[in-house]
């Protein structure tokens, strides 16, 4: 049935729909948004998630990298795209700096982005090291999307953007990491920019969904920008 706009109506996404496509072997897909028409485009596209990602720092506001950006910039953000985009899953990065230095803080910080940002979820960078912080978060029923790999946040300890995970020592941390995120009760994980045999070996090892950027085809979802999927954005072009 088609609404007022034209537009098919469908259901919310809730986790509940994610876990079912998940259990079903259905590929989950998901885009970031920006602002109000980015985030209506992804509504309307028929994407199962939509994230407002850090990236809107290099993206939308023309920041060197993704760390410059505040919590306040951020929600700003967010708001808007929850005025257009209300049938995905909405989730949020936390901005570098919002989670890091305790579980307390990074609690404060993803309750804000719930109550202020109008979101869903927030995601957050790191493996083992932030266990404990995932675990403060969820327990109080805050979803947490987890995120390892190359974590662009920490771009300059790891040399740059740079593909994780080429030796068998890195593929065995990367693995270590994605299950202690899982344990500590992650409901998903992006994988970013790692073999895609890793990848494959890692998605298999979880009974979470595991989100693919950069990490070949054998993830249970992938992730693009969307201003790097409609070539908007020519500072650099992924491959």
């Excluded at 098919?8 to 948004?33: G, Q």
């Excluded at 920006?34 to 998630?49: E, H, N």
């Excluded at 493996?127 to 995932?134: L, S, V």
Aim: glycine share 10%; charged share 20%; aromatic share 6%.
């Amino acid at each position: 049935m088609a609404g007022q706009s034209g537009v098919a109506r469908r259901s919310k996404i809730t986790i509940n729909t994610l876990n079912r496509m998940y259990k079903h072997n259905e590929p989950i897909s998901m885009m970031t948004a920006q602002d109000y028409p980015s985030g209506l485009l992804v509504d309307r596209a028929g994407i199962d998630m939509c994230l407002v990602g850090d990236s809107l720092a290099m993206v939308a506001l023309g920041y060197e990298s993704t760390n410059p950006l505040t919590v306040e910039e951020m929600l700003h953000h967010c708001r808007a795209v929850a005025r257009g985009c209300k049938h995905p899953f909405l989730v949020a990065d936390l901005p570098y700096g919002s989670y890091e230095t305790s579980p307390e803080n990074a609690l404060h910080s993803a309750l804000r982005f719930l109550k202020e940002g109008n979101v869903e979820a927030v995601k957050l960078e790191g493996g083992e090291e932030m266990a404990e912080t995932i675990r403060r978060i969820t327990r109080v029923g805050v979803p947490v999307l987890g995120h390892v790999g190359l974590t662009p946040q920490r771009q300059s300890a790891l040399g740059g953007f740079r593909v994780q995970g080429k030796t068998a020592k890195q593929a065995q941390a990367l693995l270590k990491d994605a299950l202690a995120v899982q344990e500590a009760g992650a409901f998903m994980i992006v994988l970013e920019a790692m073999p895609a045999e890793i990848a494959s070996y890692i998605t298999q090892r979880l009974h979470v969904p595991t989100i693919g950027i950069g990490a070949g085809v054998e993830c249970s979802g992938q992730v693009l920008v969307q201003n790097d999927a409609l070539g908007l954005f020519d500072r650099f072009v992924p491959k």
